[in-house]
Nanobody
């Protein structure tokens, strides 16, 4: 079992930046990948970016060139640096951890609102 806690969400103007943080506790030795997803009402949760234990990253097309994921899976930490934010980025952002055996865990989410 792992527990995930996100922080860093808030209200930001278009073009601004935010940094989201996630910290895992529990069986972090079993984590093989971590990532960030986002969800808006009426839509399915979608991948923003993830990173595996070898440091390989994957980004949604909408995030490429604007967002950067980094972290240390061995320590159960992951960051998402978001620049040039757009109103379309408004969503609840969730931290995710993949454990050995394809077991998924989710944080409670942190709200990002991009608006004047």
């Amino acid at each position: 079992q792992v527990q995930l806690v996100e922080s860093g969400g808030g209200l930001v103007q278009p073009g601004g930046s935010l940094r989201l943080s996630c910290a895992a506790s529990g069986s972090i030795r079993s984590i093989i990948a971590m990532g960030w997803y986002r969800q808006v009402p009426g839509k399915e949760r979608e991948l923003v970016a993830n990173i595996n234990i070898r440091g390989m990253t994957n980004y949604a097309d909408s995030a490429k060139g604007r967002f950067t994921i980094s972290g240390d899976n061995a320590k159960g930490t992951v960051l998402l640096q978001m620049n040039s934010l757009k109103p379309e980025d408004t969503a609840v952002y969730y931290c995710n951890a993949y454990l050995l055996g394809s077991n998924f865990y989710w944080g409670q989410g942190t709200l990002v609102t991009v608006s004047e």
